[in-house]
């Protein structure tokens, strides 16, 4: 259902900068109001949680609601005191998880 | 099955007319109760004040499918002065429940970004609790053209 999540951080930071993170995935987030051509209800499969964690500890989290657009895109800041490993995760409906990670370097 | 002009030209306004009104006939929006029952479980006994959050929202959205919105929530974010969570609501959609941010200390400021669904014209309403329990409210009205549910 998902594709490859993008995500957008500066490579570098100095410390203790609070720095902005954007992330977008592709999920058709289906709300469960639709019909198909036959009047039937779609069923729901939305991301219902997204995550971000710096190096097991959590930044920001997100509860999300079938009312959250298709292709879930966030932006959020997150302060950083050293160099580390920055790690995304969105959680389906379905019990699908996807990842992503990217690291930065603190001078 | 031999339909008249006429009969054929009804159908057609008939239909053109489903689809016009489409969203607003539909029973299953939230109504007030939903939303005030959101509100009041969020701030657990607190009464929502004004201030210290503010809610960026466009106008008019011309496509309720994907309107951009924003939160901003003054707040230290260290020791007692931090905001714990955000939550949006919208009273219009079929459940009022858009999404629940939750920040850190890690956090470094409580604000984000993301972009929500709007079946018509409604209030949408972000919520934020602090650390020691006190809740703000900011509410804006977005004009939507086009609903963004339903199908």
Known sequence: ?107 | MNHTRRQMLAFTAGAAGMAAFGFSALPALADADATQKAIDEFAAGATPAEGRISLTAPEIAENGNTVPISVEVESAMSGDDLCESVMILADGNPNPDVCTFRFSELSGAATATTRMRLAKTQNVIALARMKDGTVYMDRKEVKVTIGGCGG
């Open chain 1, 1 to 107: 259902m998902a594709s490859k999540p993008r995500i957008k951080l500066p490579k570098k930071a100095s410390a203790g900068e609070v720095i902005t993170i954007k992330t977008l995935i592709s999920h058709e987030m289906e709300s469960g109001q639709r019909k198909d051509k036959d009047g039937n209800a779609i069923p729901r499969q939305i991301i219902n949680k997204f995550t971000c964690a710096f190096e097991g500890a959590t930044v920001f989290e997100c509860d999300l609601d079938p009312a959250i657009s298709a292709n879930p895109f966030f932006e959020f800041t997150a302060k950083v005191n050293e160099s580390g490993t920055f790690k995304f995760t969105w959680v389906d409906d379905d019990g699908s998880v996807y990842e992503a990670e990217q690291a930065i370097e603190v001078a």
